[in-house]
């Protein structure tokens, strides 16, 4: 059966370019790019040609991939064999159509494009992975990393591998200690894993001792000494001896502690046609002797012969040296650390000192690394009873009024004890040892156990007057004594009376100061002086809207109205203030306060011409940079708080960009913005009275411009050469003054889209290029190289790029024939290139526009038969 009964017979697998059926993969004969999957079923049709000649009988195909790719007399480009992405994903063909022997139409380039399937499961770089970890390792913290490999297309989802966990043996009780990263594979442990995991039971060695049959023998005579069994006849050792050589000799091969069974998936693990791939990993745990032997507790005033040690760490790692800071900024620190890993106490502790210690233990090797993480050892400082109850006054000096009810509460002693809070030590107890007049009956009981006096009689203030007690505070081991003095003082029987209860108008400026006083308040109290009956307290109780105004007084009847907020006469310009006297001590049952104990006072404010006020100091402005001329960029906003006409002016703008409306506050672009000029600035908006300049506010707008697509990349150099006998890549560099996303990374091309035979492009980062010599020339030879360079966002033109192949001097630069350095010439050759040039300029400018403007679309300055002259 011919191909061509194949093509005919084949059904339709996939689309081409544009997604195409098969009637409609027909094309006129000229330059095409097709994708094709890899592992298509062959033969299979890509692409029929038309041609416009009527005596075209064959087409003849040369370049790339010829065994893999055939055409037909009538023109069918079709797969011979199925093509794999791995071995090329990309095929440059050249297609003529002939009239027998003869070319009438092309030669024209074919693009094949290789697209990658998903046909290459994963596969781990190894079946069985060993891996050691420490017990109480910190959760997600790796000791171990898989990793896994896949042949597809790395840059596609094809070879996005994923992670798990696919079980955990032994897993007893269902929950799973360890866990690994689906992205990097790093294995760590879980929450639970840091908790449960428990190495084999095994004999601790301490810093410097051997892991051996001799140290075991020694230590095991230490613990049983004068034992008369051989240590090979001795059951309990040779168990011993048995289990710390398997642990010592451990495989995690043969004697794992845990075997993880970890999968990797292609497609990100996110599909059920993910392709996956398993391996094992066996871990042993391993004895973790950094252990903290903390939390401590030292008694304070401990007497000992000192230092003296208190606990003890071990490294895992042998050799480790140990140092010892202090957690906390304080000078004094009294512990050390010897280089075994003793941990010392070099003082006595005091506990209202300081009643606990953070230690922090770090464990370096020689080159000063930590082999370690920093261990944290608390150390709390026991209280004991040294310190005895301390009154918080010299003397407590109390009232009470004459006639209260037996049992009326006088008050509370108050003293205190330093040491530890809410222990037998610190509990106090209140003993009343004796009270003056001592011939008078027990006026006064006090609570053993809170310090409240409370009184025994009705006292009267004719019989006494002033009643002194002493008071022991005691703990169970100290006590001490207070002085406390009551003072009976009479009923509150009489009213405060004010020496006015309407006093004179008061008149302020609005701008007067806060604390400035605005009159001097006076009243009187009959009842017995220095006494809480006849003390006497101001409060506004009317009148009084925002707190504006408040009273200061001591207590003696004198009492100053000061202003305590700013005044704003158009919020409120007069204020009828009502203030009330009042003592401390409640009135006598049946007694109320009246008229005389309240007056009036009348404040009445005056206008001042105030500045204009803005509605906000600082506004924050981001439009982008595209803006077109005339828009409203912000509205600012403020008024006279008296109510005047108000203007505006800009100032600040450097660019000239900006300008404000003088009566709405708008401002508006009377230029374009470009924010590769000037990304974001201030500008001063000044809003003054019109009658009135000197008058005026001033409020910030901070200006941010977005960025836009406006620039293209550009080479940062047009020429280079390329010595012929020792031809080094050429790299190409671009830049772009727009920021992301709209600069790089940049993708470099061809301008005709194909690959060349002479040249190689390929990209080395975001922002350059490496240009390779394939095959050199036969003679020096400068080369125009059409180079398409696009940004992130898909924008760039065609830059002509050139190269001069040349044989070099010794100094790596091309040789110039002695007669061409001083060559000149003449006056009309001159001018002529100089007009050259100029036109040339003139026409690339204009192209650049247009391309600028049409954004996204392609452009090239040369046709493509120049593009393959220039190749």
């Known amino acids: 059966m ?22 409609e993969k027909k094309g006129p004969f000229q330059n095409a790019f097709l994708n094709v999957p890899e592992a298509t079923p062959v033969p299979y049709p890509i692409h029929q040609f038309q041609v416009t000649h009527p005596d075209v009988d064959n087409f003849r195909l040369s370049g790339e991939g010829e065994g893999d790719i055939r055409i037909s007399k009538d023109g069918w480009l079709y797969l011979e064999n199925p093509l794999k992405w791995s071995q090329d994903n990309n095929y440059v063909i050249k297609v003529e159509a002939l009239t027998g022997e003869e070319v009438v139409e092309g030669p024209i380039y074919v693009t094949i494009n290789v697209l990658d399937v998903n046909n290459n499961a994963p596969h781990f770089n190894q079946s069985d992975y060993t891996a050691a970890v420490r017990e109480n390792s910190p959760a997600g913290v790796p000791f171990t990393r898989v990793f896994a490999l896949d042949e597809d ?53 301490s810093s410097g001792e051997d892991p051996t049959v001799e140290t075991l023998r020694r230590k095991f ?35 794992p502690d ?79 650390i010897r280089e075994n890993g003793e941990i010392l106490l070099t003082e006595e502790l005091d506990r209202e000192v300081k009643s606990q210690y953070i230690l922090v233990v770090l464990a370096r090797d020689e080159m000063d690394n930590e082999v370690e993480p920093p261990m944290e050892i608390q150390v709390v400082v026991k209280d004991i009873n040294d310190r005895a109850p301390a009154c918080e006054n010299e003397e407590s000096v109390f009232e009470v009024q004459e006639d209260e009810p037996i049992g009326s509460m006088v008050d509370r002693l108050q003293a205190h004890d330093d040491d530890e809070p809410h222990t037998l030590n610190s509990q106090l107890t209140y003993t009343i040892v004796s009270q003056e007049p001592p011939g008078s009956a027990r006026a006064f009981s006090i609570d053993g156990s809170l310090g409240t006096i409370q009184t025994l009689q009705m006292l009267q203030r004719r019989r006494q007057q002033v009643y002194k007690l002493h008071v022991r505070v005691s703990d169970p081991d100290f006590s001490t004594e207070c002085k406390v003095t009551i003072k009976v003082i009479d009923v509150n029987n009489e009213l405060p009376v004010f020496e006015t209860t309407h006093y004179d108008n008061a008149t302020l400026a609005e701008d007067t100061a806060v604390g400035h006083t605005v009159l001097v308040l006076r009243a009187t109290d009959a009842d017995d002086p220095d006494s809480g009956s006849s003390r006497i307290q101001f409060h506004i109780t009317a009148g009084n809207e925002g707190d504006v105004f408040t009273v200061e007084t001591d207590g003696s009847g004198v009492g100053y109205l000061v202003v305590a907020q700013p005044l704003d006469f158009e919020s409120s310009a007069t204020y009828k203030l009502q203030i009330d006297a009042r003592n401390p001590e409640p009135l006598k049952k049946g007694l109320e306060y009246g008229a005389e104990s309240t007056a009036f006072v009348l404040v009445s404010l005056t206008d001042v011409d105030e500045n204009p006020e803005f509605s906000l100091d600082v506004l924050h402005v981001t439009v982008p940079e595209n803006t077109t001329r005339g828009s409203v960029l912000v509205k600012v906003e403020a008024k006279d708080p008296e109510g005047k006409e108000i203007s505006f002016k800009l100032d600040g703008d450097t660019q ?17 913005l470009d924010r590769e000029t000037l990304e974001s600035f201030e500008v001063t908006v000044t809003a003054f009275e019109k009658e009135n300049p000197d008058r005026f506010a001033d409020s910030v707008v901070y200006v941010r411009l977005l960025d836009v697509n406006d620039n293209y990349p550009k080479l940062t150099a047009t020429q280079a050469f390329i010595c012929v006998k020792k031809p080094e890549p050429v790299v190409l560099q671009a830049h772009d003054t727009d920021s992301a996303p709209f600069s790089h990374p940049f993708t470099f091309a061809f301008a005709h889209g194909k690959k060349s035979p002479n040249w190689d492009l390929r990209r080395v980062d975001d922002t350059s290029a490496k240009l390779t010599l394939k095959k050199a020339p036969t003679e020096d030879k400068t080369f125009i190289l059409p180079i398409t360079i696009k940004d992130n966002a898909g924008m760039g033109i065609t830059h002509a790029f050139e190269v001069k192949v040349c044989d070099c001097t010794e100094l790596g630069y091309c040789y110039i024939q002695p007669g061409e350095r001083g060559s000149t010439l003449g006056i009309g050759a001159t001018v002529g290139i100089l007009v050259g040039t100029l036109a040339f300029c003139v026409i690339a400018f204009i192209v650049v526009i247009k391309r600028v403007n049409k954004g996204n679309k392609k452009g090239n300055a040369l046709s493509e038969e120049e593009d393959r002259n220039m190749m």
């Open 258 to 336: 845990y075997t993880l069974l970890l999968r990797v998936q292609d497609l990100g693990g996110a599909s059920p046609t993910a392709l996956s791939g398993n391996a094992k990993v066996h871990v042993v745990v391993q004895q973790n002797l950094w252990v903290n032997p903390g939390p401590m507790t030292i008694a304070e005033h401990w007497k000992q012969t000192y230092p003296v040690v208190i606990a003890k760490v071990q490294s895992n790692e042998p050799g480790a040296f140990y140092s010892l800071v202090q957690k906390e900024r304080e000078m004094r620190f009294p512990f050390q």
């Open 656 to 672: 000239g960009w900006l300008e404000i409306d003088a009566a709405t506050g708008e401002i508006k672009t009377k230029a374009n």
């Open 221 to 255: 005579s230490d613990y049983c000494p004068g034992h008369a069994v051989p240590y090979e006849a001795n059951p309990f050792f040779t168990c011993v001896e048995r289990a710390e050589k398997r642990r010592w000799d451990a495989n995690p091969l043969e004697d």
């Open 2 to 23: 011919t191909p061509m009964v194949h093509l005919l017979l084949l059904p339709l697998l996939f689309s081409i370019t544009c997604g195409k059926d098969l009637e």
């Open 153 to 205: 297309d790395p840059e596609s989802p094809n070879a996005r591998l994923s992670y798990s966990l696919v079980s955990q043996i032994p897993n007893k009780h269902g929950v799973l200690l360890f866990q690994v990263d689906p992205v990097t594979g790093e294995v760590s442990t879980t929450e639970e894993g840091q908790r449960r995991l428990k190495a084999r039971e095994a004999i601790q060695y």
